[in-house]
């Protein structure tokens, strides 16, 4: 179930309506657990068994650290869980990966063994429930968050429908005290929230995927296209992939919070960073922080040695690329944005970066070399392979083929550039003007804004991008 299909309509007004009218705020949270379970058991109905195995493992896990008087033993269950969750994703996502790599690494020896393979569908949002539930083992086991005891209130947690299936990854910090109050339906800010919605639904199905149309075939047969094709397509990638999976968490956000919840944000203005650490703090960064806590701090973080500093970043990034998907591309593309983050951090601490910040128009030279480093990345990211991106690199050198985007694209492009940067200068005012406009004023925006959506929208619905992950 979209967010984007007709049916989610009515299956949120329904979730909306029984969430404020029935009686008990228990009674609230089993009708919000029982349709997050619909919500997803929409995809294929054995994903539940995965979803509520998972979510019954964590939870005892939670409560035996919790009820352990050795530290050996906490660490165990720590490791139960770590063992659980990853073991998971190892066999319905990583499986055929490290086969297959393996067979290549064998071959390459002169040792040739055929490659054993498993037709398995990866479960949607399996990378998302996992590390929240990782996430909310360690914070028990630091001790930086009490056990949740109430076995509803852990599986709602996990299964909240609005972000499970593509974030943003939730903190039990952040969300199981919004467990222990019922809200009220006059607190929620519905102008704020139908506008969020309704942003996200524009740069989702008006932007994305209309450029998706577009760019799909140059990534698809690089050979046949010149370079002003492929830079177009990758700087067009660039554009879908942020409107995709930034008008879901939109959609997410806006959801939770009709249903009275808080999401964390999870973009910030990230095209417009100046370095590529300031990207990685606006970019998905419900992932950038949980990689920053649990990854990163547990290897030592910046508390060690500079060398083992730059070791941590590269392997964190390097991690978080494997994260998106079995395929080397991706880890290729953690492993680049590893080595630029260590690259950014070793400038930071020479002479020259401070000489560099006062020279006129450091910060612009900064954002066109940051802004073309991760579009360049991003190419390597949407391609199939590494063999696909080497020809993109190639048609993207030679200038010979034939051109066949359409060079309007560009001022389409230019045009989302402006309204974001106007958007994210002037956001405050915004919001209040939303806030203070009459309500026919209000209702009549709305309304344009939704009959624009709607004209737009391409006949076919395309799946979320962070949904394979």
């Known amino acids: 179930m979209l967010f984007t299909e007709p ?45 509520s195995g998972s979510t019954v493992v964590d939870y005892f896990v939670g409560r035996n650290i919790d009820a352990a008087t050795t530290q050996a033993r906490r660490r165990a269950w720590v490791v139960v869980c770590l063992c659980s969750n990853l073991g998971l994703l190892t066999v319905f996502k990583y499986y ?13 020896f002169g040792l040739h063994v055929p490659a054993p393979t498993l037709r398995i569908a990866l479960p949607v949002g399996l990378s998302f429930f996992t590390f929240q539930s990782i996430s909310y083992v ?57 506008a969020v919605f309704c942003l996200g639904y524009l740069k989702k199905t008006c932007i994305a995927d209309n450029i998706a149309h577009l760019i799909d075939p140059v990534f698809a047969k690089p050979h046949a296209h010149g370079s002003a094709d492929v830079l177009l397509a990758g700087v067009g990638y660039s554009v879908q992939i942020y409107c995709d999976f930034s008008g879901y968490s939109d959609m997410a956000i806006a959801c939770a919070g009709l249903l009275g919840f808080k999401l964390c944000q999870n973009f910030d203005a990230p095209y417009f960073s100046t370095n590529v650490q300031e990207f990685w703090r606006r970019w998905h960064i419900s992932l950038s922080t949980w990689l920053r806590d649990y990854l990163y701090i547990s290897m ?57 910040a006062r020279v006129p128009g450091s910060r612009v030279i900064g954002w066109v070399f940051t802004l073309g480093w991760v579009v360049f990345c991003f190419m390597l990211f949407r391609c199939e392979s590494i063999q696909t991106f080497g020809s993109m690199l190639r048609g993207a050198a030679r200038g010979a083929g034939d051109n066949l985007l359409d060079a309007r694209l560009w001022l389409v492009i230019v045009a989302l550039g402006l309204a974001q940067l106007a958007f994210h200068r002037y956001r405050e005012p915004l919001r209040a003007l939303t806030q203070r406009a009459p309500v026919p004023i209000y209702a009549f925006g709305l309304g344009i804004a939704c009959a624009v959506a709607l004209f737009l929208t391409p006949m076919a619905n395309r799946p979320f991008i962070y949904f394979q992950f």
């Open 138 to 194: 360690i914070d028990v086991y630091r001790k930086h968050l009490p056990v949740v005891r109430n076995f509803r209130d852990y599986a709602l947690f996990v299964s909240f429908f609005p972000q499970l299936v593509a974030g943003p990854i939730m903190r039990a910090a952040d969300y199981i005290p919004q467990l222990s109050v019922p809200g009220r339906l006059r607190d929620v800010d519905f102008r704020r929230h139908l």
């Open 300 to 356: 030592g973080g910046g508390r060690v040695s500079e060398p083992k500093i730059y070791r941590n970043l590269i392997v964190t990034m390097l991690l978080g690329g494997l994260w998106h998907g079995a395929n080397m591309t991706f880890v290729l593309w953690g492993l680049l944005h590893g080595l630029a983050l260590a690259a950014t951090r070793a400038f930071a601490k020479t002479r020259a970066a401070a000489a560099w």
């Open 96 to 108: 055929n990966f490290f086969t297959s790599s393996a067979v290549t690494l064998l071959g390459a």
């Open 7 to 51: 049916i989610f309509l009515p299956f949120f007004l329904l979730c909306f309506a029984l969430r404020w009218s029935l009686r008990g705020w228990g009674t609230q949270k089993t009708f919000l657990w029982v349709a997050s379970y619909v919500f997803y058991g929409a995809w294929d109905v054995r994903f539940l068994l995965l979803l």
